[in-house]
């Protein structure tokens, strides 16, 4: 409480800003379809917005994880986003745990729509906009105004409400939502599994010093989410019975409609 006190009025403002407006961004915008269909567009000026505003209020790029000499992820990094591969494999061949995988949204995916997916709305829609959002400016606004463990942990708990629609939406879409008890416990654990992939998405950060860093592990995390579904779903016939005709692997479906993936370790995750 000491830093907090002792901070300048305007860090504190913005500090505050940057909480409320990331609290509401994903589960109020994100229930626009205009959003769904711009999400890529909406999020890359999302991003600028957010570096600007950054910017504005006196955050360098050095205290965002961008500055010179901080563009390459580092071996944490790397270990870890092939660590996230390998749970991926893992879960796809245990069976106890390949129902995990069963999202219908992923396995009504054609080819073309999952490179786009995977190569343009997972890294540059999803990951770089929240790491920026997240990790870069809302944890460095944090850090001026409260100790490093403080603003890891406001930040992480802020990741995990920003999934909260998102989560909604993945268990009405599979048929998951149920009673409202169902809905609650499903919401709660999807917020604080994406609680806990933020303080590893913020551990990461600190310990790299980039940005780059996060942003790689987040897209290893959704893409090979994705794509390991999508593999389950194409071998197992099981997995996508009761599917409508026109709903099935490799069923024409235009690219850039919001599916579900994993975030942090979740599967509850609209990109």
């Not at 069963?102 to 080819?111: F, M, V």
Request: aromatic content about 6%; hydrophobic content about 45%; charged content about 15%.
């Amino acid at each position: 409480m000491a830093r907090w006190r002792e901070a300048r009025r305007g860090d504190k403002a913005f500090a505050l800003a940057c909480c409320a407006v990331l609290a509401a961004y994903n589960n109020v915008l994100g229930v626009h379809p205009w959003h769904n269909r711009r999400y890529v567009r909406v999020n890359l000026c999302a991003t600028g917005t957010a570096l600007a505003a950054a910017a504005a209020s006196g955050l360098t790029p050095a205290d965002l994880g961008l500055g010179r000499g901080r563009w390459l992820p580092g071996r944490p990094a790397g270990r870890l986003a092939a660590g996230v591969a390998a749970g991926w494999l893992l879960i796809a061949v245990v069976p106890a745990t390949r129902p995990l995988l069963g999202d219908k949204r992923i396995t009504s995916l054609d080819a073309r729509s999952v490179a786009y997916q995977a190569l343009i709305r997972i890294p540059v829609g999803t990951a770089l906009w929240e790491e920026v959002a997240f990790r870069g400016v809302l944890q460095a606004a944090l850090r001026r105004v409260m100790p490093k463990a403080t603003a890891i942990a406001v930040t992480s708990c802020l990741f995990g409400v920003w999934h909260i629609r998102p989560t909604l939406q993945a268990l009405r879409a599979n048929g998951l939502a149920g009673t409202r008890g169902r809905t609650v416990a499903g919401v709660t654990a999807a917020v604080a599994t994406t609680t806990a992939g933020g303080v590893l998405f913020s551990w990461l950060r600190e310990r790299s010093g980039s940005l780059i860093a996060p942003i790689l592990l987040h897209v290893a995390t959704n893409s090979g989410g994705l794509i390991t579904t999508l593999a389950v779903g194409a071998a197992d016939p099981a997995a996508r019975q009761g599917l409508p005709e026109g709903r099935r692997i490799g069923a024409s479906r235009p690219p850039g409609r919001p599916i579900a993936t994993s975030t942090s370790g979740g599967r509850s995750r609209a990109v």
